[in-house]
């Protein structure tokens, strides 16, 4: 599947996802900020954003995080970063991106090069430091919730 199509599916999936994490409240009343499963706080000077969930949002995606990795490189005198491949999520315009979780339910995308696929990792030229917690599940609901996509 071409990268366009994860994005769309990615999009999609968070809209469904997301769009049952109210809490049940009447339409007059589920327009309010603290009601919503999900907030974008965007930071001055970046087109990136803070994507806070709230704990019923995270369960409901079932929401996981796995450290990056240090890996071996092909002449063994170096060490790389790795991720899993589904920590990987992809823009519009096909930019590599990782989900990192710097404090609870709080995530900021972060750009990574990829170098190559090794079975289910992807080896990192560029990225996120060794140790930094990224979203393996639920990755594409927190690109999906950051541009904006949102449920019924």
Do not use: H
């Amino acid at each position: 599947m071409n990268r366009r199509l994860w994005l769309v599916a990615g999009l999609f999936a968070a809209s469904v996802a997301l769009a049952g994490c109210g809490t049940g409240q009447t339409e007059s009343a589920a327009g309010s900020e603290q009601d919503k499963p999900a907030q974008v706080l965007r930071t001055d000077g970046s087109e990136l954003g803070r994507v806070v969930l709230t704990a019923r949002a995270a369960e409901r995606v079932g929401l996981k995080t796995e450290s990056v990795r240090e890996v071996s490189t092909p002449d063994a005198s170096a060490r790389s970063s790795a991720v899993p491949v589904a920590a990987l999520v992809y823009d519009k315009t096909g930019g590599t991106w990782v989900y990192t979780n710097p404090q609870p339910l709080t995530f900021v995308r972060q750009r990574v090069t990829v170098a190559r696929i090794d079975g289910d990792l992807a080896v990192l030229q560029g990225g996120p430091a060794p140790g930094t917690a990224v979203a393996t599940i639920g990755a594409a609901e927190l690109l999906g919730t950051e541009y904006g996509v949102e449920g019924q």
